[in-house]
């Protein structure tokens, strides 16, 4: 994915990526995945929300977060919305 190899995705390199490899995921939604991954960002500026995204605000979208239920008294487990798309990208990756 990191045509540049400076470490960091940015939202043309993987839109180019998905169409290369076609994996069947529209331009929209990667959109949409790239705006999630970087809205836990602090930034000064709004303009550093499209900076490309570092490996481990990747592996944030893709983790999953422990949660305890007081009613219930069990643990579960939640994900983010593009979990699963952001794991698909990650399984074309060699």
Known sequence: MD?????????????GYCK???????TTTIIDMFNDATKLR??????QYSDPLSIQEIQQAVRGRYSFDKETKQWGVT??????QWIVLLLTVN
């Open 42 to 47: 602090r930034v000064t500026n709004p303009k």
């Open 3 to 15: 045509q540049d190899l400076d470490d960091r995705i940015s939202l043309d390199e993987l839109i």
């Open 79 to 84: 994900y983010k919305k593009y979990r699963n």
């Open 20 to 26: 290369q490899r076609d994996c069947g995921i529209e």
